[in-house]
């Protein structure tokens, strides 16, 4: 429950609120509060206890002063907190949906965990180092919003705006991009030496291996992992010794478009063609497929293989491991990247 004492002195109006605050230190302690019906414009609430406050609706703007404020789980529905200074406050899991205003509003190390903005204004917001954990943003404009070192991690962006975001910090030349996803990816591009050597050397070396090794097919792996090492390359495996019913089409996806070349043994017809019939339409990355003699490639190999002849090669039929091995330089490998 909120101190009386502090509710009173509340309700004397900001002016005499903010002077009683100059004059005396101490944290508000207004938990819980209903302050609805209360002016708020320019109020000094900083370090203040909110935590399950109702302020649903209050016009907080002129300046309002919210930094290291406890909000947690309050109700901030359709607030107006537009240029106000929320740096550090806390407002995990606290509702500030339907429409909030943050235009401009200053939030520099604010916890939005959980937090609900869906719809809400956050057009030029001062987002840099803020936690976005799980917060919900869906529908929430975002436009030209400065997110220098704020963590982005399982954030609902269904329908929002997120054009002209602000990567850098503000003593460098502003980089921008229109997705608080990728933000950190791509700033550790233009900052980290090492991701990018990284990145470099997967794509000229990184070799994907997709099939299904189980049992005694794993050394049709471990030798082709081993032997492509020898060669200077990097071997990525992904084995599709799963559950049925799970898709692993985006995975798939993705580390094909980080390789030079694909691998993809399809002696067994349970493989893979439901991810490569995804993958190659999309991924301009050449596919070798590899089968042991006497097996049948899977039905739609025939018409990938038509229609993306650039990037489907013919199936290597292998009589044994060592076979394959021995046609890896020739009739893999060259044949493969140097068409």
Same mark, same amino acid.
């Given at each position: 429950?909120?101190?009386?004492?502090?509710?009173?002195? @509340?309700?004397? $109006?900001?002016?005499?609120?903010?002077?009683?605050?100059?004059?005396?230190?101490?944290?508000?302690?207004?938990? $819980?509060?209903?302050?609805?019906?209360?002016?708020?414009?320019?109020?000094?609430?900083?370090?203040?206890?909110? *935590?399950?406050? &109702?302020?649903?609706?209050?016009? #907080?703007?002129?300046? =309002?002063?919210?930094?290291?404020? &406890?909000?947690?789980?309050?109700? @901030?529905?359709?607030? %107006?907190?537009?240029?106000?200074?929320?740096?550090?406050?806390?407002?995990? $899991?606290a509702n500030l949906s339907g429409k909030a205003q943050l235009v401009?509003?200053?939030?520099? $190390?604010?916890? /939005?965990?959980?937090?609900?903005?869906?719809?809400?204004?956050?057009?030029?917001?001062?987002?840099?180092? =803020?936690?976005?954990?799980?917060?919900?943003?869906?529908?929430? !404009?975002?436009?030209?919003?400065? *997110?220098?070192?704020?963590?982005?991690?399982?954030?609902?962006?269904?329908?929002? %705006?997120?054009?002209?975001?602000?990567?850098?910090?503000?003593?460098?030349?502003?980089?921008?991009? !229109?997705?608080?996803?990728?933000?950190? #990816?791509?700033?550790?591009?233009?900052?980290?030496?090492? +991701?990018?050597?990284?990145?470099?050397?997967?794509?000229?070396?990184?070799? /994907?291996?997709?099939?299904? #090794?189980?049992?005694?097919?794993?050394?049709?792996?471990?030798?082709?992992?081993?032997? @492509?090492?020898?060669?200077?390359?990097?071997? +990525?495996?992904?084995? #599709?010794?799963?559950?049925?019913? %799970?898709?692993?089409?985006?995975?798939?996806?993705?580390?094909?478009?980080?390789? %030079?070349?694909?691998?993809?043994?399809?002696?067994?017809?349970?493989?893979?063609? @439901?991810?490569?019939q995804a993958t190659v339409p999309d991924i301009m990355v050449p596919?070798r497929p590899i089968i042991e003699e006497g097996e049948k490639p899977? =039905?739609? /190999?025939?018409?990938?293989?038509?229609?993306?002849?650039?990037?489907?090669?013919?199936? *290597?039929?292998?009589?044994?491991?060592?076979?394959? *091995?021995?046609?890896?330089?020739?009739? +893999?490998?060259?044949?493969?990247?140097?068409?």
């Open positions: 429950m909120a101190n009386p004492e502090h509710l009173t002195r @509340l309700l004397q $109006g900001v002016r005499a609120w903010n002077q009683w605050r100059r004059n005396e230190e101490f944290n508000p302690d207004l938990r $819980g509060a209903d302050m609805r019906r209360v002016n708020l414009k320019g109020i000094d609430l900083s370090g203040a206890c909110l *935590i399950g406050a &109702d302020v649903s609706s209050v016009d #907080f703007t002129q300046n =309002a002063n919210l930094r290291w404020a &406890d909000l947690r789980g309050a109700n @901030l529905t359709a607030v %107006k907190l537009s240029g106000c200074d929320l740096s550090g406050a806390n407002l995990a $899991g401009g509003a200053y939030m520099r $190390g604010t916890n /939005l965990s959980g937090a609900d903005l869906s719809e809400a204004n956050l057009r030029s917001a001062y987002l840099t180092g =803020a936690v976005l954990v799980e917060t919900i943003l869906s529908g929430a !404009d975002l436009t030209n919003a400065e *997110i220098y070192g704020a963590s982005a991690w399982n954030v609902e962006l269904q329908g929002a %705006k997120q054009q002209d975001l602000v990567i850098t910090a503000q003593n460098e030349p502003a980089v921008t991009v !229109d997705d608080i996803e990728i933000a950190q #990816f791509v700033y550790l591009l233009l900052h980290n030496e090492k +991701i990018r050597h990284v990145i470099d050397t997967v794509g000229k070396k990184g070799v /994907l291996l997709l099939g299904r #090794f189980t049992e005694g097919r794993i050394v049709v792996l471990e030798r082709l992992r081993d032997e @492509l090492r020898k060669r200077g390359y990097l071997p +990525i495996v992904f084995n #599709f010794d799963k559950p049925e019913t %799970k898709d692993f089409t985006e995975t798939v996806r993705l580390l094909a478009g980080l390789s %030079k070349f694909v691998i993809a043994d399809i002696t067994n017809p349970k493989s893979a063609p @439901l991810e490569l596919f899977f =039905a739609m /190999l025939q018409d990938l293989w038509i229609k993306h002849r650039d990037w489907v090669f013919e199936p *290597i039929h292998y009589s044994s491991v060592d076979a394959l *091995i021995a046609s890896l330089d020739e009739k +893999i490998i060259r044949a493969t990247i140097c068409r």
